[in-house]
């Protein structure tokens, strides 16, 4: 029965549930997460609500790292409980996406590089900060960088690599993602241990970057500009 149905925003009980979710995620209670989220769904709160709850609770971990009371064991707990939740909430979730995200981002390691650290890292990250991370993994040839953006139309593209022996590859997928989607091109971000300002240029990147951080805010500020460019609605 869905007796809870929409409480979640019409209910006090309802908000108060979803707010015990958010300080389950924030907490890192993964089994309590998913069996919360089960019941919730049996009991009829709209999944949009809880994927906002949940997402809540990222943001909230996010915080915590860059304030230092939670390291990276707790970035890689939080980024397997982020997944589960995506997997129980995606299938009623239909095509609506949440408003707590910003914006998409397609991130893999370039072809020839099966370094994985970092890229994971990120995406963890950024999924805190409210960005869709469609993750492609790593050793990613560049006609999959192209099918996938074409696929997803994300704002950003990111590409790791780590070995100074991916460059030529790094090149040719930059150059295969300008010439070949439509305009306006994503804006495409380059990081690793090999990465710099030269390596940029060379590629043609549009940045470069060293740490998450960095990272997180020049993909934070490219992406609220995209959204004020939007048509406004009436």
Known sequence: MNKGRNQGKTNPVGAVRLKKLVKLVVDLKEKQ?????STMLDA???????LDSCLQGMQEIGQRFED?????SALIMAGAIMRQMTDLLEPHLGTKKTESVIGTMLLGT????????????????????????????VDVPPATFLAKAQ??????????????????K????????????????PSIIIG????????????KSDFCVSDASEGLAICHRVMNKSEDKRPKKR
């Open 44 to 50: 009829g709160y709209p999944p949009q609500d809880l």
């Open 33 to 37: 997460c998913v069996a919360e989220v």
């Open 170 to 185: 790094l090149e040719e997928t930059v150059s295969l993602l300008r010439n070949k989607l439509p305009p306006p091109v």
């Open 68 to 72: 230092g009371r939670y390291y990276i």
């Open 151 to 168: 696929e997803h139309k994300p704002a950003m593209i990111g590409i790791s690599c780590v070995l100074t022996t991916g460059w030529p």
């Open 110 to 137: 370039v072809a020839g590089d099966i370094h994985d650290l970092g890229k994971n890292l990120f995406a963890i990250l950024a999924r805190c900060k409210g960005i869709h991370v469609i993750d492609l993994g």
């Open 192 to 203: 690793g241990t090999s990465i710099d300002e030269h390596v940029c240029r060379y590629v």
